[in-house]
């Protein structure tokens, strides 16, 4: 940067007290309101990655540090799956050590994350035409705490372009959203009822 010069900001001395600045509250919705409005954006938000190989304490803290309960698996660029908290802190490292996988602190994200092949999403352009209600309606009939967002403009790849959250949808409408996971598989089955 030749020719620039800068200059150091003057400085003021405070009072003893002062008003600590916080975020304006989120724009609380209703089950009227539109879809898009509880939609996390990733073209606004940076989406939390972490690699297949990562242990499950490092997902753990990269949760914590975060504030998310869903990081996305991926590899460089290429989203591979989705892994949560109630992947990492609930019954799945446990059973996957009873069958043989090895000691809990040994697991890798790769082995409890959800893989994209066995995970649904909804279609942007669907999105654009809900309301939250509607939302409300998939969480219940899906029983899922998260829903993906999908996007393919022509001519290119499929692009995960959001994700709606079941305590974030919670917060904004102010009651918790009560969602029940179901199992989708008989492996599910087989595993919810101890092998």
């Given at each position: ?8 900001l ?11 600045a916080?975020?304006a ?6 089950l ?16 939390v ?5 990562a ?10 540090t975060?504030?998310v309960?869903l ?13 949560s908290?109630?992947d ?8 996957l050590?009873?069958?043989?996988k ?25 999105v654009?035409h809900?309301?939250?209600?509607d ?18 403009a ?11 959250s079941a ?7 102010g009651?918790?959203v ?18």
């Open positions: 940067m030749t020719g620039t010069s800068f200059r150091p003057g400085t003021h001395p405070l009072a003893a007290r002062a008003l600590l916080r975020p509250p989120g724009k609380p919705v209703t009227e309101s539109p879809a898009l409005e509880a939609m996390t954006d990733f073209t606004q938000t940076q989406p990655g972490i690699p297949p190989e242990s499950l304490a490092a997902a753990n803290e990269a949760m914590i975060y504030g309960r990081l996305f698996v991926t590899e460089r660029e290429h989203l591979l799956g989705i892994v908290t109630q990492t802190l609930g019954e799945r490292p446990v059973q050590r009873q069958q043989g090895g000691a809990v602190s040994g697991l890798s994200v790769a082995d409890l994350m959800h893989p994209l092949s066995t995970l649904h999403a909804l279609q942007l352009a669907d654009r809900a309301n939250v209600g939302l409300l309606a998939t969480f219940q009939r899906l029983g899922s705490r998260h829903l993906l967002v999908a996007e393919q022509p001519g290119q790849p499929l692009a995960i372009r959001g994700l709606f305590t974030q949808l919670g917060r904004q409408l009651a918790p009560e969602t029940f996971e179901r199992a989708q598989t008989f492996a599910q089955i087989e595993a919810a009822l101890g092998g």
